[in-house]
């Protein structure tokens, strides 16, 4: 395995890699079977990679949930090296029916699909970082937060994370348990973060953010070499467009952990070279000031 750059998930002493994945396209892509997914999830442990993000509604239909847990877990198992440090991110409080996301915070479900998801990571080991996907209104934040904070006593839980929160509700979670992370979306496209003060608040209190989205999607990903002083720059530093989007993020703030996603080895390797880019203040101000940001709509449709 590759030795990948590693930082503390939140004030833990939980080390994680610089950068992370996100597998949800491994999981519901018609054209991506189990051994292809295998296959990418191997070559992400073999390149350092040890902070793998999941949720229990990365699956076809509600009636495949917690597959993606599942396939995660049987790639682990069957890779030919010692997999142990790798921390495996997962999310729950949504529903997917008909493919469609369904905000469900209701605390019997939460409790419920707590266990389901142990079970699918192997049932050995706590879950290294339980998230909860996006704050349901119907349910209060303190019942729901309240049975993640029993499968913490109960030994099913290390770490809990939240997804998709503002500073208030972040703040409200951590007065009912003890938050490491939050998982935001981030990028040159969507600066939200800079505005609405997440980003200053897990830097102050000492709180991974991980940036989900870093690359503004598929499609604008795909752009972002048709902007010349940004080819010219990539030139300048023998780097991908991509892997100066990602080296952009990790220079707002050493709290935050690109969260890219990906169908084939080769784009996580390249992506995950940006972790030894490094670029200066006039670099960060030129990829800001070339890349206009487009609030993205549907946000929530790739969290």
């Keep these: 395995m590759t030795e990948l750059r590693q930082v503390s998930l939140g004030s833990s002493n939980t080390p994680i890699s610089a950068i992370g ?37 990365y699956c076809r239909d509600e009636a495949d949930a917690h597959s993606s847990e599942r396939q995660i877990a049987s790639a682990l198992r069957s890779h030919s090296e ?16 008909d493919g469609m996301w369904v905000r469900y915070g209701k605390p019997e479900h939460i409790r419920a699909t707590i266990r389901e ?10 879950i290294a970082l339980w998230q909860y996907h996006q704050l349901d209104l119907n349910y209060p934040l303190e019942e729901t937060l309240g049975v993640v904070r029993e499968a913490v006593d109960e030994g099913l839980i290390r770490h809990v994370g939240v997804s998709n929160f503002s500073v208030e509700q972040l703040v409200r979670a951590r007065q009912i348990v003890d938050v490491v992370s939050v998982q935001n979306e981030y990028s040159l496209w969507w600066r939200g973060p800079e505005r609405d003060g997440i980003l200053e608040y897990c830097d102050r209190e000492g709180l991974s953010f991980v940036a989900w989205r870093p690359l ?5 990903a795909s752009r972002i070499a048709q902007h010349e002083s940004v080819s010219r720059l990539a030139a300048e530093k023998h ?17 935050i952990v690109p969260l890219p996603g990906a169908t084939n080895v080769a784009h996580v390797a390249d992506a995950v070279k940006s972790v030894a880019l490094t670029l200066d203040d006039r670099e960060t101000r030129l990829l800001a000031d070339a890349i206009a940001e487009e609030p993205p709509s549907l946000r929530l449709a790739t969290s």
């Design 216 to 220: 503004g999607g598929k499609h604008r």
């Design 21 to 57: 994945f996100g597998a949800m396209h491994l999981a519901y892509p018609s054209d991506c079977t189990n051994a292809v997914a295998e296959q990418v999830l191997h070559g992400v442990v073999d390149l350092g990679v040890t902070l793998i993000d999941t949720a229990d509604r």
């Design 239 to 255: 780097a991908s467009p991509c892997q100066l989007a990602l080296a952009w993020l990790m220079a707002q703030s050493p709290r």
């Design 82 to 97: 010692d997999t142990s440090s790798v921390c495996v991110a997962t999310k729950g409080g949504m529903l997917f029916p």
């Design 117 to 126: 998801s142990y079970v699918a990571l192997g049932g050995q080991q706590p």
